[in-house]
């Protein structure tokens, strides 16, 4: 499997749609479209997040994963990931911790079992129950060292498309064509 980066805009709209929707499912309301818009708009325009895909030898997309910076500037957060082929999400989160400082956070058993495969060795306890896990190359050596993960203020765009019904319809026309040009390529 290769990892690319997919930063040209056409491109990593359709994938970043096309995440959305595979982790949120088509029962999600509007939080796909959401997350969509404010990753889109906020922290891609900030290059606070990359959009990586794992390929195949003939360019098509097998995984996506979405990262996401911390506040510090020092790691990155997994906060999204889908597969469209059985174990490439598992080889490119695997391929990603080799080359970056990782964080994920995982709310069950069998997520963290599922990260731990994939390489985060180090675990520590979260919020809420939830558990936080880092790669070798993370930089904090104990949890109080953790920077928050960059967020999107969800209830803002939200507000934003109830009161301005052009930019949710602009919002939806965009996520709706990514939806319906990812690429078979990258």
Partial sequence: MK???ISQSAPRDACL????????GQQAGLTPLVVFTGTKNVLFDQEAARLLAGVDGDGKPLALALLVLDEAGEGMTVTHACEFVEGAKARL??????KAPLRVE?????????????????????VKGRRIGLGARHPAKRSDDLAP????DEALILRR??????????????????????????
Avoid: M
């Fill in 3 to 5: 990892v690319v980066h």
């Fill in 17 to 24: 749609a096309t995440l959305c929707a595979q982790v949120y």
């Fill in 93 to 98: 989160i695997s391929e990603l911790i080799l």
């Fill in 106 to 126: 995982v709310s069950d058993a069998a997520q963290e079992a599922f990260y731990q495969q994939c390489g985060f060795k180090r675990w520590f306890d979260g």
């Fill in 149 to 152: 993960t960059l967020c999107l």
């Fill in 161 to 186: 498309f109830k009161h301005d019904s052009a930019a949710f319809a602009d919002a939806k026309d965009a996520f709706l064509s990514g939806l319906n040009s990812f690429p078979t390529t990258l």
